[in-house]
């Protein structure tokens, strides 16, 4: 069956990306746009895993890499965790393009993501100095729960 905007003859226009700043991000949010520059990436080893009762240790499954890259503009940094083919574009002074980001929390500190769903892409240098001093990786967050009285 045709899509109905073949049928009608009709387009939809992209929406224009918002790019947002380090410092906008908040918790628990997602479809970030931003522009940032990489200042540091470390690889992180992935623990061992362990046999499960009964001697399997699950499907065999390609080891995955996993970086942690401090990211950011000239309003503050964040973490940023780079997974498998993303390792390969976060490199130290290197500027990207993180489109549709995800704020993930990981022991309570908020960490920049991009899934299946975003994508990075290699920029143009940028013109801007990070503002390291301004670590949004480094607030630790709690959760409350409000109950209605």
């Not at 908040?26 to 990436?41: F, I, Q, R």
């Not at 920049?112 to 240098?125: F, Q, S, Y």
């Not at 801007?128 to 607030?139: C, M």
């Amino acid at each position: 069956m045709a899509s109905t905007a073949a049928a009608t003859g009709t387009t939809t226009a992209k929406r224009k990306p918002v790019f947002v700043k380090v410092e906008q991000l908040k918790p628990g949010t997602t479809g970030h746009t931003l522009t940032v520059k990489v200042v540091d990436a470390n690889p992180v080893v992935p623990a061992a895993r362990k046999a499960r009762p009964g001697g399997s240790m699950g499907r065999p499954s390609q080891p995955s890499r996993i970086a942690e890259c401090l990211i950011g503009d000239e309003t503050g940094c964040i973490l940023f965790t780079a997974r498998n083919d993303q390792v390969d574009l976060m490199k130290p002074g290197e500027t990207v393009i993180l489109r549709n980001s995800r704020i993930d929390m990981f022991k309570g500190t908020m960490r920049l993501g991009v899934d299946k769903w975003g994508r990075i892409e290699a920029t143009e240098p940028a013109s801007f100095t990070v503002k390291e001093d301004n670590n949004l990786s480094l607030v630790e967050y709690e959760l409350i729960n409000v109950t209605d009285q």
